[in-house]
């Protein structure tokens, strides 16, 4: 039985990244691996993100225009933690809106140009 799904992404800086997801988005660093790292876990609210440094895949050139998603959390308040995000000048590509598939969302790009949806029902 599947009790949980963790994205894998990658970076090429490990501890840049950690740093991100640490000061901006709240998370915890849960360990890294070798020195210098080469993979990382943080967690936030019991949930996990892993890098593994290496190069990203090709860049898709429409990816921001098509607003390709690289992830999709959902949370309980989206005000709240848009609020959080925007005090700690963290860079949204879409603003805090209802959408019409009955969620209220935000969009981040993160410090390696990930997309990452944040919602929560309405």
């Avoid at 501890?15 to 640490?22: A, I, M, V």
């Avoid at 996990?48 to 308040?77: G, Q, S």
Wanted: aromatic content about 14%; proline content about 7%; some cysteine.
């Amino acid at each position: 039985m599947i009790r949980q799904i963790v994205p894998l992404f990658f970076t090429t800086d490990i501890p840049g990244t950690l740093s991100y997801y640490k000061d901006k988005l709240g998370f915890e660093c849960l360990g890294t691996w070798q020195d210098p790292p080469v993979y990382a876990i943080v967690s936030r609210d019991q949930h996990a993100i892993h890098f593994r440094c290496a190069p990203p895949p090709t860049a898709n050139p429409d990816k921001y225009d098509d607003e390709l998603l690289d992830a999709y959390l959902h949370v309980e308040d989206a005000d709240a933690l848009y609020a959080e995000y925007a005090a700690k000048g963290v860079e949204f590509t879409r603003g805090l809106a209802n959408m019409p598939w009955r969620s209220r969302e935000f969009v981040v790009k993160d410090c390696d140009g990930r997309l990452l949806a944040f919602g929560a029902n309405v």
